[in-house]
């Protein structure tokens, strides 16, 4: 049994981590292609956010792995011969217990160490990719929009890295648009981190739209700053998401205040990676324990497959609830574990009851044999 769960949780990871994983690399070619980047800076991007995809589907496919195995056992009679030879229904979750136990130990690999690990790295990536402000200006007759309200174009560009006839329009403010155009320009950096361009011989065009005027001036040098026209989303900003789980056990507090973050967020961040993999055992558990209730049946077990669906949505619906309870106090972080706990119960629950089989049906049967009367 759990070499077939691994070979089917292998199967459904793949397919989920591709859906999630090509849905998230679309978005991501849009927004790096167009912004002028080669085509192995979005192959290392879409990789450093593979760790983050498996971390979220893994639950998930353990959950599937198990409701496909356990169905398939079921259907073709081998989960009765098991139970008929003796094997109780805690016996025959020993294995999914183990299975989801591996998973477990994968998902800590991931939330403890592969995702901080990649998400630090495709921050220092992104704030290289926002520094290099050529990747988004530097483009030679075509009209340009790095920023809202900004639109840039280019000419020419000499070897020498003259640029030539620059023309920018500056509509950030509605009330008094700006239009700036000279025949040379140079990119300089200005000492602070920060790059500004250098025009000669333009012309600078201001329109005063309340009273319907135009000024034009006319200079022999302009510096304008374009630093603030390459929007970096944050790039460069340390987040508690990046912080490993050994700095986050010793120091929270020291945590939250370098990455501007609330202790209860910090607290949520640590404990949730542990709560997660406890997900992942639960999940598998509750979906073997569901599929052993009732009788075999040539119709399947479809009813039980609906109850065990219903009961990892309600799994997630208490993770859902506890999570902003905790993100509002730093004290509720035990409740992170909540959601583990009541798979652990559902879980006790339904194999009690499956290690009797008329347990549901006893009550109904008690009274037919009451109506019945003595024989």
Not at 14 to 24: G, T
Not at 78 to 97: H, I, N
Not at 207 to 221: A, C, E, I, P
Not at 255 to 279: C, D, I, K, Q
Request: proline fraction near 5%; glycine fraction near 8%; charge should be neutral.
């Amino acid at each position: 049994m759990l070499s077939q769960f691994m070979v089917l949780f292998g199967f459904f990871a793949l397919v989920l981590v591709s859906i999630f994983w090509i849905n998230k690399a679309v978005r991501m070619f849009d927004r790096l292609i167009g912004d002028g980047q080669p085509a192995w800076v979005f192959i290392e991007f879409t990789a450093l956010t593979l760790p983050g995809v498996i971390g979220v589907v893994l639950p998930i496919a353990a959950f599937a792995a198990t409701v496909y195995v356990t169905n398939r056992l079921s259907t073709e009679s081998e989960l009765t011969v098991m139970q008929a030879t003796g094997y109780s229904p805690w016996r025959l979750a020993r294995p999914v217990l183990f299975f989801g136990i591996i998973v477990a130990l994968m998902m800590s690999v991931l939330t403890h160490l592969l995702i901080p690990q990649s998400l630090n790295q495709l921050r220092e990536r992104q704030a290289e990719i926002s520094d290099n402000i050529t990747a988004k200006l530097l483009t030679e007759g075509e009209f340009l929009h790095p920023a809202p309200g900004i639109t840039f174009y280019i000419r020419e560009i000499t070897p020498e890295g003259m640029l030539r006839n620059v023309f920018l329009s500056d509509r950030r403010n509605s009330e008094t648009p700006v239009t700036y155009s000279s025949n040379r320009a140079y990119l300089v950096p200005d000492g602070k981190g920060g790059t500004r361009l250098l025009m000669v011989d333009g012309l600078a065009q201001n329109v005063q739209t309340d009273g319907n005027r135009l000024f034009n001036t006319h200079f022999n040098d302009f510096s304008y700053d374009i630093s603030n026209l390459v929007t970096s989303d944050a790039a460069g900003v340390e987040s508690v998401t990046y912080v490993g789980t050994p700095e986050l056990m010793r120091d929270p507090a020291g945590v939250a205040e370098r990455t501007g973050a609330t202790l209860p967020m910090t607290l949520y961040e640590l404990n949730g990676r542990f709560s997660n993999a406890l997900m992942c055992v639960f999940a598998a558990t509750v979906g073997f324990a569901t599929l052993l209730l009732g009788n075999y049946s040539r119709f399947g077990v479809w009813w039980q497959v609906l109850l065990a669906f219903g009961l990892l949505v309600l799994l997630k619906l208490i993770e859902s609830s506890v999570s902003g309870i905790v993100l509002l106090n730093a004290m509720a972080w035990p409740l992170m574990y909540l959601p583990a706990l009541a798979g652990a119960l559902m879980t006790a629950l339904l194999l009690v009851i499956s290690s009797y089989p008329g347990f549901l049906a006893r009550p109904w049967l008690r009274r037919a044999r009451a109506a019945e009367g003595p024989a």
